[in-house]
């Protein structure tokens, strides 16, 4: 195949399709592991915040007692907390730098399958270019060093999608057998990948109809047999887990359980960004001001009508007071749910317009150029004195910026004129839907990160043969995008350039 | 295996059948739980177990678990089982003297946490109560008010492993600076 040339693979059966290009894909693949060993190395010591704190006190509980907890407004998946107990139990607090190491090993796979799909969706060049991409893509690549679940997660849930997608060629093709092995793997992978993030649990059902739609020619059995299958998987791997839970609770619980408290924080009176809410501390020692004061208002501000009083009796009125608090008289998280749920709804039925206005915040805070790594510069979370916090922080910083930028945009260009008709789309744009429409309750730069690989594998697409498919209506829906994200980059402009600033340290 | 075939699916059925059947062999009442929990003769890892089951499976606060099991377990020799009684699972269910603020820690645990030390150091187990105690993810209504840091992970890893601690000086500073942190700039996930 000529490595220059667009393929046709959208008409073409995949088994006809030439081997991947394995070597260069191990080539790239061990450059990215490379870059991220180099920048591990060069960030440690790390210290820990936010949830990486929560996840490394559950695995000191199950080291010392035994015992998985719960973390009162939460009931995260085991699989993380449960890696670090591994982890501390074999090389004590050195341990977390063990776990790090392995994040950045196993990063590869993500790398890997970025380019399998790069390579199946669009060519063997743009699989190279997609993996020159993720390579240097640094805020995916960061979570290798911090101690949240996104590498491991990732690491499983592209995988899984890989499979699905592969899945739907063979049974187009014919081969049954092969489909039937690989929606089995997917659903394997998918039911591991819930043990480390609940945040697939819908998915896999969406999925599945998806599969069963492009199924339906075949008859409602056949249709019905592919896609109960990657479901039944799911069920069957987490099982021990929700068997388990049934146990401890004496209630069912599948995967974990975040949404009441996912609902207090989004469908509320308080605007919670959470790619700039850790700078508070910060900006106050370095005398800045709060960078919620320079947020838009209108797309934070309370719903008209309402006048905080001091509701939590702390003695000061806030902004919080003016909503809902969460419900007390359940003493556990899984049973705080229904009932937060339907505050959150209630509150939000109650005031239409302040809904639609905070949730085009949450999409603004969602496509947000910032990333954890940002964030971390913006903390100063990184070691005085190491070249990541110095000479590069600069340069670094805006490699940062720019690749969540570009793979935005040069992603929504490769969606819309690059990318065929076919499994992959559909299965695209299921996942950018999902993330979407459960952005809408809580978002940040982290939410994102599903889609990463997913835009890096398209703008490869969109770099390597630029337009391919110029009807109207692929044209407008490009046009309408742009000039969405555009909007929503415009909404949350003051405290992305706030953070920003901080993050390459201009403001000090 | 034949094209089409619903093997895979009887296979993960069954798979799922004999899980479930092993479940429901293994299970423990909430009675047996509760006695177990109180069991002096129990192992301490089937009083923690037996503790999780019940302090869990009640869904409102039960005093025999806030009160009567917490002080069983603070009175342990085991200091594992008075770690134990320090963690989320009992400090839920908490029963405060009546004019109580809604929000406050369990009385029991802080009493037990914050009681003068021993010879004057911190031995690996106040240590380790320390954490458990006050770094747990929450709020105050469970004893958690901070999460947890990088130092404080290494001494609770160290008492463990039976590394020497810091002197008393350094790990009360430590504290005392962490207790400076302003309570409304609070950290986000």
Redesign the interface.
Known sequence: MNPSAPDASHTRPASLLARAPWKAIAIIALAGVALRGILLWLVLPL?????E??Y??LA??K?????Y??????FWPPGYPWLLSKS?HAF??DG?NVLRGLQVALSSVIGVTTMLFAWRLFSRRAAIVAGVLWAVDLPLGAYTHFLWTETFFLSLLLPALWHFVRAMDRADEGS??EA?LRL?LSGVLFGLALYIKEYVLFLVPLLAVVLALRSRSEGLG?AL?RA??PV??V??VT??WT?RN?????RTVIGGATLGENVYVGLNARS?N?DV??L??RR?DLGLPQIDTLARSWFTEIPAGWTPEDRDGNG?VEIRDAGWDRE?E???AI?RHSSQLREGLAFAVEHPAWTLRTRLKKWSELVTPLSFFTRHQAMAMYPEGSVVAGAMRGPLVLLALAISTLTMVLGAAGYFLTLQRGPGRAVFTVLIGYVVLTSLLVAMSRFRVPLEPILVVLTAGWLAHGPRERSRPRVIGLAATLLVLVGLWWISWPETVAAAQMALGVTQ | MKPRSWIPHVALLATAAVMVVVAAAKHTSTEEALRIAFDGEASTDERLWAAHLAANRATTREPRLGDALVRSFLAADDERLREGALTIDLSRHAIHPPGTRPDAAPPLQSAYVYAALEDGEYTPHRVRSRVLFRRKVGGSSVGGIRRMALPEARWFMDSLRGTPLPPRKEIDRYLIERSREPVNLRRPR
Request: hydrophobic fraction near 45%; charge should be negative; charged fraction near 25%.
């Open positions: 210290d820990i915040q936010s949830d704190a929560n490394l006190y000191l509980v080291e010392r007692l035994g015992i907890l719960d973390q009162h407004r939460y501390i004590g607090i977390l049954d057998r039937t089995l056949e047999r109960s299958l039944l998987a069920a069957v099982l021990p068997l049934h146990e401890v609770y004496g919670m959470f809410l850790p508070r501390k106050a000061e007390f359940s003493i556990h049973d």
